[in-house]
């Protein structure tokens, strides 16, 4: 075998992330006027240590309850499996300081949610229908 | 002891995680665990640890409401049974009124969690930690009902430090709390003046925290302090004692590892007048901790923890004087909802976690304790 055939896998390897983040599309409600986010913006609102946008609007997170969007979601953007994500927010809800987020059952579900309520910002996979909401880009 | 088996029972037929929601509105959350200890040589916290007790359950349960934007309200119930340490019943945790005006400023008003180093307002929190038992070195269990939380008013806010600095958290409170006679402190202050309370020790408190979430992603540096002056008449006397706490601590998370770290100061200044005698005394108590955790796969995660506590400085060579513990500890989440753990904790000194009355024949230096903690949560 070559050598340059064993950095076939290790490429894979550290390509698969971004591959599998662009699966992920991220979807505001169009009243929040979001069509570009920072990373450690989204992070923030998702993590619960940021409560608005960058222009003042209420940020209102979504999440999938479960599934390969959800954990991509996790692991490109938020930085955390599920169970650190999960405790993240018990933490929060169980000392009094925030609410847990939506969750929704499907990706359907996830885009009329979004749709329908101002300030929410979610993900779904690429593939899914998405009308009715902005695609936030991430910078 | 019967409300355990009862929480228990609502558990296993269902009747608790039906209530769970998650709506945007009204949310209902909960948790209950259910620990084991196992100690060789000392009684440890309690009586029974060296036949192995279970008497050991924590179960809490929160209610919370948005009726507008920037409004939340809600209620925390917790039950917190490790043998005669606890409630044994069922105590509010916090209840409070919440109103966000802006990112900058907020306010919090009712019974509030207190903010105090990297965990106080999470050590009763079990489903959010890794460890069975916090260092107990400043997270004592027999002690931590006094430092939960308090009655009065917060006041909160973060603020961006520019592009590269990072940004700046601060919660800033004042109030009142109880010093529990069944609790930790209780029990010490009748150890050592024989000073009898019929009710729970009244304290005004006041104090800060501030995070710094650095440029560095991930790490965050804090420093949090605390004032608390404790005034109460017993059956034979009198005790005043007013502590001052700073706190300094630091966290890091980088991908599957975890690395965190705190020191803290109590300084206490006590005067009791036991039958007409008074007795000045200070306790200038230092203690510190170090930990390190990583995450093996999506269920599974292991750490380490060294715990140094100690009291009295210039005879720390006695064992009675200081508390040092070197801990394993590991997590296995079965799903979102189920999970367990298991910890040993290998403990040299008795300054903390022994009582007489547990250990009649004496304290040896050393213990060697095994911990283990199922939980679910919803």
């Known amino acids: 075998m070559k050598v340059r055939y064993l950095f076939i896998p290790l490429l894979l390897l550290c390509g698969a992330p971004s591959l599998r983040a662009q699966k992920i599309i991220i979807i505001a409600n169009r009243s929040a006027k979001v069509e570009e986010i920072g990373i450690s913006d989204l ?3 998702f993590l619960g240590s940021s409560t ?5 609007v209420t940020a209102v997170p979504v999440l999938l309850r479960s599934g390969p969007e959800h954990d991509d979601f996790l692991a490109e953007y938020v930085g955390k499996v599920d169970s650190s994500f999960r405790t993240v927010w018990r933490s929060l809800v169980f000392t009094g300081v925030a609410s847990m987020p939506k969750n929704t059952d499907s990706d359907a579900a996830m885009v009329a949610y979004v749709a329908s309520t101002p300030g ?11 009308d009715n909401v902005t695609t936030v880009a991430v910078k | 002891m019967t409300f355990r088996y009862l929480v228990w029972l609502l558990l296993c037929l269902g009747v608790v995680p039906v ?14 665990t259910q620990g084991l200890l196992y100690s060789k040589d000392n009684n440890y916290l309690v009586s029974g640890t060296n036949t192995a007790s279970v008497d050991w359950t924590e179960a809490a349960v929160s209610i919370t409401d948005r009726p507008a934007p920037k409004l939340r309200i809600g209620i925390q119930l917790h039950y917190y049974e490790l043998s005669d340490l606890g409630s044994n019943y069922p105590t509010i945790d916090w209840a409070l ?10 306010l919090r008003a009712g019974k509030v969690k207190t903010p105090l180093g990297l965990f106080n307002d999470t050590q009763d929190i079990d489903p959010v930690l890794l460890w069975a038992l916090l260092p107990q070195s400043i997270y004592a269990n027999d002690n931590r009902n006094f430092f939960l939380s308090h009655y009065g008013g917060d006041v909160y806010g973060t603020t961006p430090l520019g592009q590269k600095g990072g940004k700046l958290s601060y919660r800033a409170y004042g109030g009142t709390n109880n010093l529990p006679v069944t609790g930790g402190f209780g ?10 309370f019929d009710n729970d020790l009244p304290a005004k408190q006041g104090g800060a925290d501030f995070r710094w979430q650095t440029p560095i992603k991930s790490l965050m540096l804090g420093s949090s302090f605390l004032y608390v002056h404790t005034h109460a008449k017993a059956e ?6 007013k502590s001052y706490a700073p706190a300094y601590y630091g966290k890091l998370e980088a991908g599957r590892y975890y690395a965190a770290g705190e020191y803290r100061r109590s300084i206490n200044h006590a005067l009791f007048n036991i039958s007409s005698s008074d007795v000045k005394t200070t306790y200038d108590l230092k203690a510190w901790y170090a930990m390190f955790s990583y995450r093996v796969n999506t269920k599974l995660q292991i750490g380490a923890y060294y715990s140094h506590y100690l009291y009295a400085p210039g005879m720390a060579s006695y064992a009675s004087n200081n508390s040092k513990d070197l801990v394993l500890s590991g997590r296995y989440d079965f799903n979102q909802n189920f999970y367990a753990k298991v910890e040993t904790h290998f403990l040299h000194g008795t300054a903390l976690g022994y009582y007489p009355d547990d250990n009649p024949d004496g304290v040896r230096p050393r213990t060697n304790l095994a911990v283990a903690k199922l939980g679910f949560s919803f």
């Open chain 1, 52 to 56: 608005r946008f960058k222009n003042g």
């Open chain 2, 236 to 241: 034979n006397g009198t005790a005043d004692i």
């Open chain 1, 120 to 130: 929410a910002i979610g993900y779904v996979s690429k593939n899914s229908p998405h």
């Open chain 2, 187 to 196: 029990e010490q202050i009748y150890d050592q003046t024989g000073l009898v």
């Open chain 1, 43 to 45: 992070r923030g609102i």
């Open chain 2, 97 to 106: 009124g919440d109103y966000q005006v802006n990112p900058y400023f907020g």
């Open chain 2, 19 to 32: 209530f769970a929601q998650d709506e945007e509105h009204v949310q209902v959350h909960g948790f209950v």
